[in-house]
């Protein structure tokens, strides 16, 4: 298979050291790519074997890198336990923290040479790929076609994290030592609530800033909305299909609480949404799984709903828990049946607070800087929709943003893929980051 090699054109202005130009050049485009085929084959669904087996493939590859590897299992019984814990959605028998560490020169031979200046987070974890009939293809056998590579994860994110990978091994290739280390963070449980980043973390590894390459379409996110997920349980009078009149249907329950939901939604939008490049709903709400009923001739008298509410930009979460709470009751209220029989209200699963880089910070413009003159066009800050692991590094005082190969578009649906000319750009714009922030000896 024939893989692309070079280096798209730089800007006329861009003015690179002949180090730089060479990491660029050290970018090796099919072991990137097939380092990606290779870790979106693992079926690393939440709660899975292959979730582990994953994170275990990515620390094979940081040792083959030379960093320094620290590989631990993630304490379970504490992660279900600890205050601050953000919540699982699925259920785990061993989880697995990796972190490769690159180096740097500042310490004396043998010893520590302090806190990596720079961090590289990814998560391996992916959702389900639902309707296997809707996908052109086996979303978990990858293959290019198109100047693209298809298959679940390669947008969300393991696209990001090889990139990551590949700007590492473009600095080792090109002979660059940095003068202060650079750190990789492979984490899983992103998607549903954290694990990962969290126990990371915890474990005590730190960064003075850290770049998560989410697929952001070539903006730079430095804001995040949070996200919270709800379970609503409402409970109605079977009867016999045939006598219907005597039953009080939850479907129906539902759909009158819903649509109440649906007007709290439409209403905590902000007027302008340029922010978030005009998406129609940056703190959306949506209903992911519904259950009801147990037998098609009868009418149903309970039915579940799980979904995902949105938290605006700085709001508390209580205050948004407060707030779908509020719209719940109000809506029980006016109802005949659920004045008498309310729905109940729980909050289960990951906990997404919003977030945001501070204000002022030189990340930003140095990884404007670094993806221009790696030959990508200037990105526009804006701010994400989705509740991310930025939240926990910016809750740890290290400055975060995204900035990463595809489109977030693609993710989570069928014909999930990520441009193979994002992946390249994303992997030099991290290297030049990484020797510009670090430093070169």
């Not at 209200?345 to 404007?368: D, I, K, N, R």
Request: charged share 20%; aromatic share 4%.
């Amino acid at each position: 298979m024939s893989f692309p090699r070079e280096r798209p054109p730089r800007p006329a202005d861009s003015e690179l050291s002949p180090r730089e130009a060479a990491v660029l050049d050290a970018v090796d485009a099919p072991w990137l790519l097939n380092r990606l085929l290779e870790l979106v084959a693992i079926p690393s669904l939440g709660g899975t074997a292959a979730e582990s087996e994953a994170q275990h493939l990515v620390a094979g590859w940081l040792e083959e890198l030379n960093t320094d590897v620290d590989r631990w299992a993630i304490d379970l019984t504490e992660a279900a336990s600890a205050p601050d814990a953000p919540g699982q959605e699925v259920q785990r028998s061993e989880a697995w923290g990796v972190v490769g560490t690159l180096p740097g020169r500042e310490g004396r031979e043998g010893e520590d040479s302090g806190q990596p200046v720079l961090v590289l987070c990814g998560h391996t974890d992916v959702v389900p790929a639902g309707d296997p009939t809707l996908w052109p293809g086996d979303p978990f056998t990858p293959r290019i076609e198109g100047g693209a590579v298809h298959g679940r994860g390669t947008c969300d994110m393991k696209g990001g994290l090889v990139a990551a990978l590949a700007a590492v091994r473009a600095l080792r290739n090109a002979g660059v030592r940095l003068v202060r280390p650079l750190a990789v963070h492979s984490v899983m449980g992103e998607e549903d609530g954290g694990l990962g980043t969290w126990a990371t973390l915890r474990r005590g590894h730190r960064g003075d800033a850290c770049v998560i390459p989410e697929p952001t379409a070539g903006a730079v996110m430095t804001a995040h909305a949070g996200a919270l997920t709800f379970r609503l349980t409402l409970t109605g009078l079977a009867a016999h299909a045939a006598n219907r009149h005597l039953g009080v249907s939850a479907v129906e329950l539902f759909e009158h609480v819903h649509t109440a939901l649906l007007a709290l939604e439409a209403g905590r939008q902000p007027t302008d949404r340029s922010r978030f490049g005009n998406h129609p709903f940056p703190y959306g709400l949506s209903i992911g799984r519904l259950r009801a009923g147990e037998w098609a001739s009868t009418v149903p008298d309970r039915l579940v709903a799980e979904g995902r509410f949105g938290v605006r930009l700085g709001e508390p979460v209580e205050t948004a828990r407060a707030e779908f709470e509020s719209c719940v009751a109000a809506a029980c209220a006016t109802h005949p049946w659920l004045a008498q029989h309310p729905a109940q209200v729980e909050w289960v699963g990951g906990v997404y607070a919003s977030s945001h880089m501070p204000t002022g910070s030189p990340l930003l413009p140095a990884l404007q800087r670094a993806v221009t003159d790696a030959g990508g066009a200037a990105p526009p800050e804006r701010a994400l929709s989705a509740g991310t692991d930025l939240r926990f590094y910016t809750g740890a005082g290290i400055p975060t943003l995204h900035h990463g190969p595809g489109d977030l578009r693609l993710a989570h649906g069928p014909g999930e893929q990520v441009p193979i000319e994002d992946l390249l750009l994303s992997a030099r714009s991290l290297a030049l980051l990484a020797m510009r922030t670090c430093g070169v000896a």
